[in-house]
């Protein structure tokens, strides 16, 4: 959130009216959202709590994994393995990441297509 501070990149609520015109709960926005729509993109965005649709939370793992192979539980020593254990999540890592996720998506428009009689 640090991160979108300095940028001045803030979330913003707008409220949206229901049928009958009464006020719901705010609907977040965020200066991304229409940084993005200026140049005709959109920003999608993942479900929570579907860290399989999360290809940053492999990565992490790969991070992880490769300090946890060496660790001494001192500062210093994390310091140093961080660069190692970064350069751990290479291009090929995120592609085959990026492969992984795009599966996990396919199989879940599949089984939404036989669960709701699409097929």
């Known amino acids: 959130m640090n991160l979108l501070v300095n940028l001045n990149l803030n979330r913003?609520?707008?409220r949206k009216n229901n049928e009958t015109g009464s006020k719901i709960s705010p609907i977040p926005t965020y200066d991304f959202d229409e940084i993005s729509a200026e140049d005709s993109h959109e920003i999608l965005r993942t479900p929570p709590y579907h860290?399989?649709?999360?290809?940053?939370?492999?990565?992490?793992?790969?991070?992880?994994?490769?300090?946890?192979?060496?660790?001494d539980f001192t500062m210093a020593n994390l310091l140093n393995q961080l660069d190692d254990a970064f350069a751990?999540?290479?291009?090929?890592?995120?592609?085959?990441?990026?492969?992984?996720?795009r599966e996990v998506e396919d199989r879940f428009w599949k089984e939404d297509a036989v669960l709701y009689g699409y097929n």
Do not use: H
């Open 88 to 101: 751990g999540v290479t291009a090929k890592t995120c592609a085959g990441l990026t492969k992984k996720v």
């Open 51 to 71: 860290p399989e649709l999360q290809p940053i939370e492999t990565c992490w793992a790969v991070v992880k994994n490769e300090i946890s192979r060496t660790f």
């Open 12 to 14: 913003r609520n707008r």
